[in-house]
């Protein structure tokens, strides 16, 4: 029930949901002018602040530079990969696909063939009332890094796991069950700030290694260009600026969520 609630209970705060929940209340109350026009003016507002460049981007920036890239990467006992970055083999997908959080493997891959660590830990398991197939995305991950060259023998599976505090638990038990004690943690640079703090409440020593960043220092410099042309594409909202707010929205739900929950 609670994996459940956890991703139902946020539809209603996200940008979107929020929207539409306010014009409803909106119509409901036509009768009073005041209060309609309150709703529509706030979804108004949500919109327009959700859905422009700078707004989206300075959340995003909040949470992706908390852990930016080494010039020299340590080495450790064994590398955690966190799932969310691949698509399963359904029809009419000929084979296991990658999405835009695919960047885990790719970078994983990369610094198992550096020599960073031995042991690749692939964390992910099915939701039941999600998912539709048997194989979960430690599979589906399994297949995508045999591709990129890593060796079947360097990698182990962690099937259990419904969301990222379990993917902590289920992880660290393999790994401490195999005496492995340090770990480097590669996931999205989103997602890291409330992946460690797991990774690290389980006892674990933990090297983030963080991938798969939106925001770069190119484009955050860009931001702020004097030209008119760059300030109306930034101000006015967008798909992509309200999908990044969504996203950064609900990192900050899961580490208050888990906080209250003790896991960190």
Known sequence: MFIF???????FVYPTG???LLLILGLVFRRRTKLSMLFF????????????RWFSYA???SLEWQYLPSASPDTAEAMVVLGGGTESELSPRQAVEVNSAGDRMIHAADLYHKGAAPLVVLS???IDWMDSTEKSPADDMRQI???LGVPDKAILLQ??????????AFSAELLKSKGIHRIILVTSAMHMPRAVMLFQKQGLEVIPSSTDFTITEDGWQRLFSPNIETILTNILPNSSSLGLTTSVMKEYIGLVTYQMQGWF
């Open 18 to 20: 929020l929207i539409a």
């Open 159 to 168: 099937t259990r796991s419904q969301n990222t505090y379990e993917d902590a």
């Open 41 to 52: 003016l706030c979804s108004l507002i949500i919109l327009f602040l959700a859905g422009n």
């Open 5 to 11: 609630l956890s991703k139902f209970l946020p539809l």
């Open 145 to 147: 890094m045999l591709k």
């Open 124 to 126: 992910g398991g099915n």
């Open 59 to 61: 959340l995003a920036r």
